[in-house]
């Protein structure tokens, strides 16, 4: 048969255990309107977050011109450690002989290049910009670019990530944007 012990031979509450504020949860860490305040915070944080405040959603940017069509899709926010997609779509209205696409620093500024798909013919840098060569696009034709990111954490503030298409020399379209980078 169990016994309960009785009330003498209880033993007495640990040193620094004080009842009303370990048992019954008074005193000012338990004082339910500032409780109420920060998780009111935390939500709103998260509501702005779930409306793209900062960032991940991709937009898309078009520039026509005579000669051919730049579509750039990607976000403009972004967080650290984010992984992300940009799609760039250039269909020629005439022949593009050389298509070279300039990228201006800040898209590799604070960022990791993860793939770039398809691989594009030739890689190099002018000006400090990347420059990737795609080849030769025909008129009525569509090609697709896609490359991907990881964006640093440490990489906080705004980036000029501007995109620029030639044929060979001749400037056909260009994409002015600024990227912002959240902690």
Request: net charge positive.
């Amino acid at each position: 048969m169990l016994r309960l012990p009785n009330s003498a031979s209880m033993a007495s509450f640990p040193d620094g255990i004080s009842l009303d504020r370990h048992r019954e949860l008074t005193g000012p860490g338990f004082n339910r309107p500032v409780r109420y305040v920060l998780l009111g915070l935390l939500v709103a944080f998260l509501l702005l977050g779930a409306f793209n405040l900062f960032g991940q959603r991709p937009s898309g940017t078009t520039v026509n011109t005579d000669r051919a069509t730049l579509e750039l899709y990607a976000p403009d926010r972004l967080r650290g450690g984010l992984l992300w997609e940009a799609r760039f779509t250039i269909t020629a209205h005439q022949d593009v002989k050389r298509a070279l696409l300039r990228l201006s620093p800040g898209w590799n500024e604070g960022m990791q290049v993860n793939t770039i798909e398809p691989s594009p013919i030739g890689e190099a840098s002018r000006d400090g910009d990347l420059l990737l060569t795609l080849g030769h696009i025909p008129a009525g034709q569509t090609f697709r670019l896609f490359m991907q990111f990881q964006v640093n954490p440490t990489n906080v503030g705004h980036r000029t990530a501007n995109v620029i298409l030639y044929d060979g020399g001749t400037k056909l379209a260009t994409i002015n944007r600024t990227v912002t980078v959240f902690p």
